[in-house]
């Protein structure tokens, strides 16, 4: 599985997001997917994560209520709606892939894209 994370930019604080993270391969919808931001000086941390079949999801403490990310199997994408932005979210957005969904919470991940950079100005 290859994965190509997309729509990153420029936000305001209190401004909105919408990143898309698009897989190759038949077997995307196998695969429990999951968000992952690291700031510049900071360890990569955990955003959200979301079973294979999209009923279970999990987020950060910091992005509850704010986030939400949602996939399309059909189209082999998933999502994460960011909403409320604050400066800190700044960070490099990566998505990830793995075969539980609590793998992906623990970021033990088989499948890793290149990231997508998110700023959020004050």
């Known amino acids: 599985v290859q994965l190509q994370a997309s729509g990153g930019g420029l936000v305001q604080a209190g401004g909105s997001l919408r990143l898309s993270c698009a897989a190759s391969?038949?077997?995307?919808?196998?695969?429990?997917m999951g968000w992952f931001r690291q700031a510049p000086g900071k360890e990569r941390e955990f955003v959200a994560a979301?079973?294979?079949?999209?009923?279970?999801?999990y987020y950060a403490d910091s992005v509850k209520g704010r986030f939400t990310i949602s996939r399309d199997n059909a189209k082999n994408t998933v999502y994460l709606q960011m909403n409320s932005l604050k400066p800190e979210d700044t960070a490099v957005y990566y998505c990830?892939?793995?075969?539980?969904?609590?793998?992906?919470?623990?970021?033990?991940?088989?499948?890793w894209g290149q990231g997508t950079q998110v700023t959020v100005s004050s």
């Open positions: 990830a892939a793995a075969g539980a969904l609590g793998l992906v919470v623990r970021a033990d991940c088989d499948y």
């Open positions: 979301i079973s294979w079949g999209g009923g279970s999801t």
């Open positions: 391969g038949r077997t995307f919808s196998s695969y429990a």
